[in-house]
């Protein structure tokens, strides 16, 4: 079981930044595979980003070159550097953790709103 908190939402103006962060707690960080998806109202929910156990990373082509994943496993983290945003990009932004041979083991945080004003 991985419990995953999310923190760093928040409002911002077209062409600001923020710095999602996600804390894990509970099985072994490192066997998942993190990743940041998002739901903009009235939409499915989305990836974002994502970042293996050997650090590889992908991004949806929406917010390539203005979004970097990151993780730290000594800190049970992973962090979503965004940039540039628009007002597309609002949405509720979701953690999530997927482990990497036992995929069913697949585990979500509450969610953190992100509203990009015009």
């Known amino acids: 079981q991985v419990q995953l908190v999310e923190s760093g939402g928040g409002l911002v103006q077209t062409g600001g930044s923020l710095r999602l962060s996600c804390a894990a707690s509970g099985s072994a960080f490192s066997i998942y595979t993190m990743g940041w998806y998002r739901q903009a109202p009235g939409k499915q929910r989305e990836l974002v980003a994502t970042?293996?156990?050997?650090?590889?990373?992908n991004y949806a082509d929406s917010v390539k070159g203005r979004s970097t994943i990151s993780r730290d496993n000594a800190k049970n983290t992973v962090n979503l550097q965004m940039n540039s945003l628009k007002p597309e990009d609002t949405a509720v932004y979701y953690c999530?953790?997927?482990?990497?041979?036992?995929?069913?083991?697949?585990?979500w945080g509450q969610g953190t709103q992100v509203t990009v004003s015009s």
């Open positions: 999530n953790a997927r482990h990497v041979i036992f995929t069913a083991k697949n585990y």
């Open positions: 970042i293996t156990t050997g650090g590889s990373t």
